[in-house]
Structure formats: C-alpha cells, structure tokens
C-alpha cells in the first residue's frame, strides 16, 4: 500500500544560519538584562528581545547562550512584521521553584498568532514536581502551566528542543497551520499525572519527526479537529501511547483526518496505538488513519479503540458514542503484549467501526500468540494476522 507523505515546511533557516547572510538582525537575550544565573528574574530581558524582533522589518535571531535563566509565565504575541524570526537556545530556560508562581497560567511559553518562528535546540525545565505531589496528595492545588504553546499560529519549527519535568502537558500545538517538530525530547516520570508529551488539536499540517518521548499521559495526544497529521521516528516509553482523542465530548465537534504514524515504537507503555471516543451523541469522527512499521515491547493494550470512554461513569452512562470511526490501517505492527488481549476494538454499537484494516501484524503474550476482541467493528485482514482478525 501507499502511505501519505508529510508536506513539509522547509523555513528559510539558512538566513539564520549562514553567517554570509547580514542582514539578519541578531539579539542576545544578556543585552536585555537576562542573567544566566538560574535565580534572577530573566522575562521582561526575553520579552524585549522579542518586541525588538517582532517589530524588525527583516529576518531576527534571538540568542540564549549557556546557563539557566529564569523565567515566569510568558506570552510571545504577533501579529509581527517580521515572518522569520529564530530562537536560538544553547541554555536552559528554568521555572521557578515555587510551583504556584506559574501554576496557576495556562501557559509557561506560549506563541499566539505568530508566522514564521523557529526554536532551535535548549531545554525547558518546568520543574513540575512539586505540583505532582500536590495533586497526589489530594489538596487543593493549581491546575498547572503547557510548558510551551503555539496557539493561531502557522509556519513554526522546533528542532532539537527538550522538554523536562513539565506541569501539565509539555507542548500543546493549538489552531495552527504548518508546524514541524524534529528531534524532540521529552522527559518526565511515568507517574507525573497530566503530562501529555505533544498534544495537537484543531490543527494542519503537523508533522513530528525523530522524538524521544517518555512522560506520566499519552506521549502523542491528537484531539479534535487535527488533520494532516504526520508522526514517523518515534519512541514512546513510559506513557500511554499515541492516542486519537478523547473525541466526542462535545455534540459538536470537528473531526480528525488524514493521520499517519509510521516507525515508532512503544516501550512498557499502557497504550501502544489507541482511538478513543467519549460514550455520549457526538458529530465527531476519525477517518484515514494509518498505523504503520510499529514495535511493541511489553505494551498492556497494543491496538485498542475505545468508544466507550466513560471515566468516573459521570454524564454518560447508558449512552453511545455517536464518533464515526472509520477507514483505519494497521500495518506491519509486531511485538509483544503485557495483557492477553492485544487487540481491542469496542467500537459504537450506533456507529459501528468500518474499514478497518489489518495487515502484518504479529502480537504475542507470553511466547504465545495473544487473543483479540472485537465489538461492533467490520473490515478486512491481509497476510499473517496474530491473533486472528475478530473483525
């Protein structure tokens, strides 16, 4: 079969990185009064260097060097006059110790209503234990900060970035077109609660390449309204997967479409490849998803989709997903299952799954084959299918 091939956004980086090029207008963030010191108060430094960016009529560099800054809660607004403007990060941005201080922001970094940014390389360190242990203790605490967010935002490139101990999740990509992601890593327990690694709603043309994620929630979570999407080169562990949704907790909702995960493997996670949908009316839907030359080491659910998602069985007992699921490939798919089950499709009895298609795959429990469960789901199978296609 033939997969989709990302559209890829080649951003004008060479202008940024080829010294020949001058007129490239270059900040350093210690011109603006960051210290590198990791205890004084570096934003309102970040923030005038990117006014200055924002408001230059040619190509900008903003540069980080080495050392921790400090940084509160931020948000790097457009509309800029300036459509390439590089971030440039040999150091470590650092949040405060004090878990309240930006706990209570939806965003630690947020880009809102920009075109044309890159982020290259750093690391982000949101310090987010302390809000973990909050929550695990049951007191009241802040709901805690994205660590890094693009939200009405299009033409943006992250190279090389890593995302440590965030609060809630590590990147959310939020109504944007055209974005790329390669070579980033992300870094938290596998007990941290909240801490999706990239999630991707009402967005297109997203694509993530060569990234190493191992975090407490999905390492990929795409919600409503994502389409275009391409994953391929990635490692996932601990987590719970890559997952397509929850959709349809809203009547009314945009759909997801044209997704592909290609290479990626899954290591001890409690998800390998999941769609799951809310147990309630809903115009959602998912369609043209391909799953392809996936690895799974020691994974407790390999393939599910669950259109039965209830938690806490609140405002959705007795009630069925209206989310149409429909034209799914399964490809190439191998490894190992920590549950007999390694393929569980618990599809709307309203809205049965079709289309789905399985070809290549080999899962196993225990040195045997593993069993698979099917409710509600219809399509067809192609070569060596373990276990059997139920479909």
Same mark, same amino acid.
């Given at each position: 079969?033939?997969?989709?091939?990302?559209?890829?956004?080649?951003?004008l980086?060479f202008l940024?990185?080829?010294?020949?090029?001058?007129?490239?207008?270059?900040?350093?963030?210690?011109?603006?009064?960051?210290?590198?010191?990791?205890?004084?108060?570096?934003?309102?430094?970040?923030?005038?260097?990117?006014?200055?960016?924002?408001?230059?009529?040619?190509?900008?560099s903003?540069?980080?060097?080495?050392?921790?800054?400090?940084?509160?809660s931020?948000?790097?607004?457009g509309?800029?006059?300036?459509r390439?403007?590089?971030?440039?990060?040999?150091?470590?941005?650092?949040?405060?110790?004090?878990?309240?201080?930006?706990?209570?922001?939806?965003?630690w970094?947020?880009?809102?209503?920009?075109?044309?940014?890159?982020?290259?390389?750093?690391?982000?360190?949101?310090?987010?234990?302390?809000?973990?242990?909050c929550?695990?203790?049951?007191?009241?605490?802040?709901?805690?900060?994205?660590?890094?967010s693009?939200s009405?935002?299009?033409?943006?490139?992250?190279v090389?970035?890593?995302?440590? %101990?965030?609060?809630?999740?590590? &990147? +959310?990509?939020?109504?944007?077109?055209?974005?790329?992601m @390669?070579?980033?890593? !992300? /870094?938290?327990?596998?007990?941290?609660?909240?801490?999706?690694?990239?999630?991707?709603?009402?967005s297109?043309?997203?694509?993530?390449?060569?990234?190493?994620?191992?975090?407490?929630?999905?390492?990929?979570?795409?919600?409503?309204?994502?389409?275009n999407?391409?994953?391929?080169?990635?490692?996932?562990?601990?987590?719970?997967?890559i997952?397509?949704?929850s959709?349809?907790?809203?009547?009314?909702e945009a759909?997801?479409?044209?997704?592909?995960?290609?290479?990626a493997?899954?290591?001890?996670?409690?998800n390998?490849?999941?769609?799951?949908?809310?147990?309630?009316?809903? %115009?959602?839907?998912?369609?043209? &998803? +391909?799953?392809?030359?996936?690895?799974?080491?020691?994974? @407790?659910n390999?393939? !599910? /989709?669950?259109?039965?998602?209830?938690?806490g069985?609140?405002?959705?007992p007795?009630q069925?997903?209206?989310?149409?699921?429909s034209?799914?490939?399964y490809?190439?798919?191998?490894?190992?299952?920590?549950?007999?089950?390694?393929?569980?499709?618990?599809?709307?009895s309203?809205?049965?799954?079709s289309?789905?298609r399985?070809?290549?795959?080999?899962?196993?429990?225990?040195?045997?084959?593993?069993?698979?469960?099917?409710?509600?789901?219809?399509?067809t199978?192609?070569?060596?299918?373990?276990?059997?296609?139920?479909?």
């Amino acid at each position: 079969m033939t997969t989709r091939r990302p559209l890829i956004f080649l951003p004008l980086l060479f202008l940024f990185i080829n010294p020949s090029i001058s007129a490239v207008l270059k900040l350093n963030v210690l011109s603006y009064g960051a210290k590198p010191d990791g205890a004084t108060d570096s934003t309102k430094a970040f923030l005038a260097a990117w006014t200055q960016a924002c408001a230059s009529t040619s190509p900008a560099s903003i540069y980080v060097p080495k050392g921790r800054f400090l940084l509160r809660s931020v948000t790097f607004k457009g509309q800029c006059k300036n459509r390439a403007i590089t971030i440039r990060i040999d150091g470590t941005l650092v949040a405060p110790a004090d878990y309240r201080v930006i706990g209570n922001a939806d965003n630690w970094f947020a880009f809102q209503d920009v075109d044309g940014v890159s982020i290259l390389g750093g690391k982000l360190d949101a310090k987010g234990t302390g809000l973990w242990a909050c929550k695990n203790s049951g007191k009241s605490c802040p709901s805690g900060a994205t660590t890094l967010s693009f939200s009405k935002s299009k033409n943006i490139v992250v190279v090389g970035l890593t995302s440590l %101990n965030s609060q809630m999740f590590h &990147i +959310v990509i939020n109504g944007c077109q055209n974005v790329k992601m @390669q070579r980033v890593t !992300v /870094i938290a327990p596998g007990t941290s609660p909240n801490t999706d690694g990239i999630h991707v709603q009402l967005s297109t043309g997203v694509t993530i390449l060569d990234s190493k994620i191992q975090t407490g929630d999905d390492c990929v979570s795409i919600g409503p309204g994502a389409t275009n999407l391409w994953m391929e080169k990635i490692t996932c562990g601990p987590g719970h997967g890559i997952s397509i949704g929850s959709l349809g907790k809203d009547q009314n909702e945009a759909g997801v479409k044209n997704v592909t995960v290609k290479t990626a493997t899954f290591i001890g996670t409690q998800n390998g490849v999941r769609i799951k949908s809310w147990a309630k009316p809903s %115009n959602g839907f998912a369609r043209n &998803i +391909v799953f392809q030359h996936v690895t799974m080491k020691n994974v @407790q659910n390999p393939i !599910v /989709i669950d259109q039965n998602y209830c938690p806490g069985n609140k405002n959705c007992p007795d009630q069925v997903s209206g989310v149409k699921v429909s034209d799914v490939t399964y490809q190439d798919i191998h490894g190992t299952s920590a549950t007999q089950v390694a393929v569980k499709f618990d599809c709307s009895s309203k809205h049965p799954c079709s289309g789905i298609r399985m070809e290549g795959v080999s899962l196993t429990y225990k040195n045997e084959v593993a069993a698979a469960s099917c409710k509600h789901a219809g399509g067809t199978s192609f070569g060596v299918v373990q276990p059997t296609s139920c479909l």
